[in-house]
């Protein structure tokens, strides 16, 4: 179960940082309970409470893994969208590291650190819109759940939610 995979990342980083599961929800305003919730029974949070959680332990890979597990054709399309910045701020480093460089080397690596910070911000902003955007779906989804059960259709809103959610999931 990949929810306990996430779990237990977060677990490791906030040991990580030293932190205790009181300060980690004081961090993103959640109840400690619901921090122990995800670490050890898989509950996977909002996209709003991921994005908390994931700037509170500084690791945007956590909130990347989030996305993997309950949104997996959207990660999909990100990843086509954003390749992984990795290897190519690895190459700067190296590029860094490497001593003798001509005027011309150290102006190529001024480009590439400014590609690389552009790349990097382009992908943090398009991020930052992806969480506000599934936010905004669960709020949504709240909402018709809500009249639906006014309604008296809860029944057949749930099938519908369940359609929504394996498609979401990649499985329908």
């Known amino acids: 179960m990949r929810n306990i995979e996430y779990g237990k990342a977060v677990r490791k980083q906030r040991l990580k ?3 205790k599961v ?6 993103t305003g959640v109840d400690p309970v619901y921090i122990t919730q995800i670490e ?7 996209p709003a ?15 990347t893994f989030y996305l993997e597990i309950k949104y ?14 990795n290897p190519v701020m690895e190459e700067i480093f ?16 001024e480009e590439k650190i400014i590609a690389f910070h552009d790349a990097f911000t382009k992908d943090k902003e398009e991020l930052q819109r992806t969480i506000r955007l599934l936010e905004l779906m669960e709020k949504v989804t709240l909402s018709f759940r809500e009249k639906a059960e006014r309604e008296g259709r809860l029944k057949e809103f749930r099938k519908h ?12």
């Open 17 to 19: 940082r030293g932190l």
């Open 22 to 27: 009181f300060q980690l929800a004081d961090h």
């Open 40 to 46: 050890k029974h898989g509950k996977l949070p909002s």
């Open 49 to 63: 409470v991921a994005e908390r959680i994931s700037n509170a332990l500084a690791d945007k890979n956590l909130l």
């Open 72 to 85: 997996p054709l959207l990660y999909e399309g990100r990843k086509k969208l954003y390749p992984d910045l």
């Open 94 to 109: 190296k590029e860094m590291r490497r001593k003798n460089k001509t005027p011309e080397d150290q102006k190529d690596l």
């Open 161 to 172: 939610e369940k359609t929504v959610e394996k498609f979401y999931q990649g499985k329908a």
